[in-house]
């Protein structure tokens, strides 16, 4: 990629309309970003530590709080890094690489999203032989799978992009390297490397949302049939944490493609939404809404406070 360009690096030039509030949103962002690493750390701690929870749906729980780690951490480190006052500078590797790793993450995470909602459909669905369907060679297929379809997804996205010609103008007017930023760069036309992009990221949250609702639609037809209120009860309160978060994660996207005429500022606001914010949120949702991940936060925090004493 490094001969085809003359370009060395770019200049992230940061959030639209927000000049003089650089001190501001470094406070707001890089608290939120601590949260979402302590709190996703907890709930990997808890998880790991418990041996009752063990189980499928907990190792998936457990991968999505990798995810909500990894995921903000692509953009966040170095947008915290320029609203500090330091260099708005990204190597041409560099944004790249930043632009690989957020498709991946992010469209991995979104099939980590469908995998979950599989999962509650055949525990609440197929109660007796869920062990035997959700089996750990299974549940390690459908994550491999899911990294699969996310590399393959930004290796596309990444090479479309960056087998451009770049030798004019280096300033992304964005927080971030992403496609509709970087590709107008380009000296040759990059229509065809927006159309790609959008279409594979439309198509790609389209089938994984599909999914989710085909499950919980049958989640929801077995859920009426139950015959007592505690059992409906019950089944819903293992779902709607999951629920919850996967409104957190695709009620921005809706919200930006939606809206009849682009704003950059509204633009910037959902994709920090998606990159930030959406992952603390989860952290709290698990923590605050299930059972057993707070009764094993309880006992994770009884053990640090009594080794301390010791």
Known sequence: MRNHTELHEFILLGIPQTEGLETVLFVIFSSIYLFTLLGNLLILTAIVSSSTLHTPMYFFLGLLSIFDMLFPSVTCPKMLFYLSGQSQAISYEGCAAQLFFYHFLGS??????????????????????????????????????????????????????????????????????????????????????????????????????FSVCVSYTRIGIAILRIQSAEGRQKAFSTCSAHLTAILCAYGPVIVIYLQPTPNPLLGAMVQILNNIVSPMLNSLIYSLRNREVKRSLKRVFHNVVFISRE
Request: with cysteine; aromatic share 12%.
């Open 108 to 209: 991995s995470e979104g099939c980590l999203y469908s995998v979950m909602a599989y999962d509650r459909f055949v525990a609440i669905c197929h109660p007796l032989r869920y062990m035997l369907i959700m089996r750990p060679g299974v549940c390690v297929s459908l994550v491999v799978a899911a990294w699969l379809v996310g590399c393959l997804h930004a290796t596309v996205l990444t090479s479309f992009t960056f087998q451009l010609t770049y030798g004019g103008s280096n300033r992304v007017d964005y927080f971030f390297c992403d496609i509709p930023a970087v590709s107008p760069l380009a000296c040759a036309d990059s229509s065809l490397a927006q159309r790609v992009g959008s279409t594979n990221v439309g198509f790609l949250a389209l089938m994984l949302l």
